[in-house]
């Protein structure tokens, strides 16, 4: 009975044994660091370099460049070399692994005056900077702003000149002109009177604005509006200052005018009478001296820097 007895006891712990004192076999244990490597999303920022091969590709990251392999799925539309980019991956014990990446873009909003269109593909408008002139994105349609609008618009920087992205009219009283002219002189405190083409007109001034720093028979350019009795002066500038500026040479928009980036602000100026361009290369570096002008700024020198 005794020996029986013992022989259940042994028998009820071999089972425990099985069901409780077991373990995984070595092919079975899980790969905790890699399982936590793959878990692990990180994000980061850099300058995308190029591809090395189909399945990886080169990115300045934290200064530094750094091959990351593609995960299964990822693309490269839309990521030209040397964009800033975004981008999610992972580590693993071989190289970081990109889930995702996008290029990063620059949008940008401004208010200005809807000067015009600078040939078939670009646009100009005046903003507080001064003229830029504006690539309009192959999908937006701007054929029925009219000269001369305040309009709202954003766009997005890129290598050469920004794209114009959309484009809002701002509804107002009147549009704002730009004119020039030579001024007369004051006819009362709310009055003046300038040559314009030829001709005497008379501007109401608007509230606030003073002329008694502006000698009579300068050169001026003003900012307007049409009312219902007589156009009003919202601005006015002498012509016979000249101002000086430096920048990075763009290039020629046409025979009469070029583009000249100012602390990365792309501005348009007419040429003046003996501004010569010959030997100046793209991206060069210039200085130069200018006035406004009823349109836009007029260079009077231009020379490498």
Known sequence: MFVKKNYILLLMLLLLLMLFGGGCSPDEEPDETGAALESVLLTGEGIYSGQIDNISVEIIFNDEPMAFELGDGVTLEGIEDGSMVTFVYHETEHRPVIVSIEALTSIREDEGIFVGWADSRSVEIETDAGFRVFEVHEALYIEDVTDGSTIRFSYEESGTRPVLLSV???????????????????????????????????????????????????????????????????????????????????????????????????????????????????????????????????????EPR
């Open 168 to 302: 809002e009219v701002i509804m107002a009283e009147a549009p704002t002109y730009k004119g020039e002219g030579i001024l007369v002189g004051a006819i009362d405190v709310q009055s003046v009177e300038i040559v314009v083409d030829g001709s005497e007109k008379v501007f109401a001034l608007a509230e606030g604005l003073r002329i008694d720093h502006i000698p009579d028979g300068s050169s001026v350019i003003f900012h307007y509006v049409e009312t219902d009795t007589r156009p009003v002066i919202n601005s006015i500038t002498s012509l016979d200052t000249s101002l000086s500026g430096e920048g990075v040479y763009v290039g020629q928009i046409d025979s009469h005018s070029i583009e000249i980036d100012v602390d990365g602000s792309f501005a348009v100026f007419e040429l003046g009478e003996g501004i010569d361009l010959e030997g100046l290369n793209e991206g060069d570096s210039v200085q130069f001296t200018y006035r406004e002008g009823a349109h836009r700024p007029l260079l009077l020198t231009l």
